[in-house]
């Protein structure tokens, strides 16, 4: 099983990234895909999760209706738009799995991307 994270880089303020996770290597039929995020010196924190028919989303509340999670599962795809971006979202973003329900315990996902990182500058 393999997930590949991409589309970091740097933006300014305000600004916007799309994130985009591939995954590949079994079906992903029924499973909760989710973004979390880490800066160095903190723990791994849940940004938002999406079931498998996308009939369900959850967010962080830190979001605050900023960034939006979605799927193409033809493709086996999440995405992450990330709008309005703010200093403090800076972070490496990583993309997970599991199945069946959405849950923002990390230890939960047993397949991790390798993570793409997102700084936001003032």
């Known amino acids: 099983v393999q997930l590949q994270a991409s589309g970091g880089g740097l933006v300014q303020a305000g600004g916007s990234l799309r994130l985009s996770c591939a995954a590949s290597?079994?079906?992903?039929?029924?499973?909760?895909m989710g973004w979390f995020r880490q800066v160095p010196g903190k723990e791994r924190e849940f940004v938002g999760g999406i079931t498998w028919s996308a009939d369900n989303t959850n967010y962080a509340d830190f979001v605050k209706g900023r960034f939006t999670i979605s799927r193409d599962n033809a493709k086996n795809t999440l995405y992450l738009q990330m709008n309005n971006l703010e200093p403090e979202d800076t972070a490496v973003y990583y993309c997970?799995?599991?199945?069946?329900?959405?849950?923002?315990?990390?230890?939960?996902?047993?397949?991790w991307g390798q993570g793409t990182l997102v700084t936001v500058s003032s």
């Open positions: 997970a799995a599991k199945y069946a329900l959405i849950t923002g315990w990390s230890s939960g996902y047993p397949y």
């Open positions: 290597g079994r079906s992903f039929f029924g499973y909760v």
